[in-house]
């Protein structure tokens, strides 16, 4: 079974920037579409930002210019940098590796984000 280790959460000031990576437990089919969620109290689990093998990147409108999502595949780890922060960032954001064709579908333990105002 692998597992994705989280890091890089915390408390922020708004207007601050923090780094979320992602790292696989040990090697797995590249061919995959890594993404990052993020859940806020009492609200659904939402996509932030995604990644594809490829290189392709999607992001929700709410981020987009603030958020940058990238991966290294000999590492297996992927990254969320976030800038600009802001209160309603504040979530539990979890990290997504989801193999081509439903191969495999693994999900971080989630790691806190808080935005001060």
Known sequence: QVQLVESGGGLVQAG?????SCAASRTIFKNNVMG???QAPGKQR???ASITSGGSTNY??????????SRDNAK???YLRMNS???EDTAVYYCNFYGASGLYNYWGQGTQVTVSS
């Open 16 to 20: 601050g920037s923090l780094r979320l």
């Open 46 to 48: 939402e996509l932030v």
């Open 76 to 78: 297996t780890t992927m």
């Open 60 to 69: 929700a409108d709410s981020v987009k210019g603030r958020f940058t999502i």
């Open 36 to 38: 990052w969620y993020r």
């Open 85 to 87: 922060l802001k209160p």
